[in-house]
């Protein structure tokens, strides 16, 4: 797998799977990653070179439809 950066949020990215994960580092993680008490909780991952990937599909906006990355 190649880890790649996103050309508007410059985040690293992996496509596995015909998805992609957008990859966060230890310190940048989002808040919604395994908290109970949020709306929509993210929980699974997966980590690769000192990434913790997380898919796009937790990241797209029930509202509006577009990819909000935390």
Known sequence: MIIKKS???KKPFI???HTR???F???KL???LCDVESK???HSWF???GF???SEKNFINPITGQLTIE
């Open 7 to 9: 050309s508007k949020s």
């Open 15 to 17: 496509k596995f799977n």
């Open 21 to 23: 994960h957008f990859g």
């Open 25 to 27: 580092q230890i310190g």
């Open 30 to 32: 989002p808040k919604r």
């Open 40 to 42: 929509n909780p993210i």
């Open 47 to 49: 980590n690769y070179k």
């Open 52 to 54: 913790t990937f997380i």
